[in-house]
């Protein structure tokens, strides 16, 4: 049994449904509801930012399933894409509030079940390639995404004990709504076309293609499986080749 947060649209979607494609149980823990639901899939309104809300999906999930075998937390937002100079402290917080704070508090509240479901069970972070290697005009993301590698070293000591495994899958440039809207917006600023931006980006990426949903759902079945199960406290990049590790 596991839970995706975020898991109603994007990566976590696709992450959702390759799990539930593979017989696992799945909560979908997200702030919208998923338009179409899969077989195998329940969804929980949730924002992970709110102590409240991640209380009351860890209460859910013991009472409908009683068991908790995986954590991915996925959910996050893009933030603002301005210097740090001109960024509002607010807009700031609140990615580190959704991006960070949120796994923290999902993975919190989500070791009690975890533990008793050990060994074998297993947390995956989703972090970035801009949490490896920052960017200009992206400090709130770059620092959330950051934030999320380290998160993962701590929980993989404190958690390796009880044999719970936690790792980080750090996407490089997906095809999700989120990169297409940053797209256009670099595209306006330099007086190109979205789709001669997208091309621009895609020459910088030595696999020559943008990442998919499936990509990050084959790394993250990789890690819950057998096969790694002696994979603790890594970031495995998922990136094309454009961060080398």
Same mark, same amino acid.
């Given at each position: 049994?596991? !839970?995706?947060? *975020? /898991?109603?649209?994007?990566?976590?979607?696709?992450?959702?449904?390759?799990?539930?494609?593979?017989?696992?149980?799945?909560?979908?823990?997200?702030?919208?509801?998923?338009?179409?639901?899969?077989?195998?899939?329940?969804?929980? $309104?949730?924002?992970?930012?709110?102590?409240?809300?991640?209380?009351?999906?860890?209460?859910?999930?013991?009472? $409908?399933?009683?068991?908790?075998?995986?954590?991915?937390?996925?959910?996050?937002?893009?933030?603002?894409?301005?210097?740090?100079?001109?960024?509002?402290?607010?807009?700031?917080?609140?990615?580190?509030?959704?991006?960070?704070? /949120?796994?923290?508090?999902?993975?919190?509240?989500?070791?009690?079940?975890?533990?008793?479901?050990?060994?074998?069970?297993?947390?995956?972070?989703?972090?970035?390639?801009?949490?490896?290697?920052?960017?200009?005009?992206? %400090?709130?993301?770059?620092?959330?995404?950051?934030?999320?590698?380290?998160?993962?070293?701590?929980?993989?000591?404190?958690?390796?004990?009880?044999?719970? $495994?936690?790792?980080?899958?750090?996407?490089?440039?997906?095809?999700?709504?989120?990169?297409?809207?940053?797209?256009?917006?670099?595209?306006?600023?330099?007086?190109?076309?979205?789709?001669?931006?997208?091309?621009? !980006? $895609?020459?910088? !990426?030595?696999?020559?293609?943008? *990442?998919?949903? %499936?990509? !990050?759902?084959?790394?993250?079945?990789?890690?819950?499986?057998?096969?790694?199960?002696?994979?603790?406290?890594?970031?495995?990049?998922?990136?094309?080749?454009?961060?080398?590790?």
């Amino acid at each position: 049994m596991a !839970i995706v947060t *975020g /898991g109603a649209q994007g990566l976590g979607g696709g992450v959702a449904a390759r799990l539930a494609s593979e017989g696992w149980q799945v909560v979908v823990a997200d702030v919208r509801e998923p338009e179409l639901e899969a077989s195998g899939q329940v969804f929980v $309104r949730c924002d992970v930012s709110r102590e409240d809300d991640v209380a009351a999906l860890m209460s859910f999930v013991r009472e $409908r399933h009683g068991r908790l075998d995986a954590v991915v937390n996925n959910a996050a937002i893009g933030g603002p894409s301005t210097t740090v100079a001109q960024t509002d402290a607010d807009a700031f917080r609140r990615v580190l509030e959704v991006n960070l704070v /949120g796994p923290f508090l999902v993975s919190r509240a989500a070791v009690p079940l975890l533990i008793e479901s050990a060994p074998g069970s297993a947390i995956i972070n989703v972090g970035s390639m801009f949490g490896q290697s920052g960017v200009a005009r992206g %400090a709130p993301y770059c620092a959330s995404k950051g934030g999320v590698e380290m998160l993962t070293h701590s929980l993989a000591l404190e958690l390796a004990p009880h044999g719970i $495994r936690v790792n980080t899958v750090a996407p490089g440039n997906m095809m999700t709504a989120m990169h297409w809207d940053e797209i256009e917006m670099r595209a306006d600023e330099v007086g190109v076309t979205p789709d001669e931006m997208r091309e621009q !980006i $895609r020459a910088t !990426i030595p696999l020559a293609r943008h *990442g998919t949903a %499936a990509d !990050i759902a084959g790394a993250v079945m990789w890690l819950l499986g057998d096969d790694a199960s002696y994979v603790t406290g890594q970031t495995i990049s998922v990136n094309g080749g454009v961060l080398l590790s």
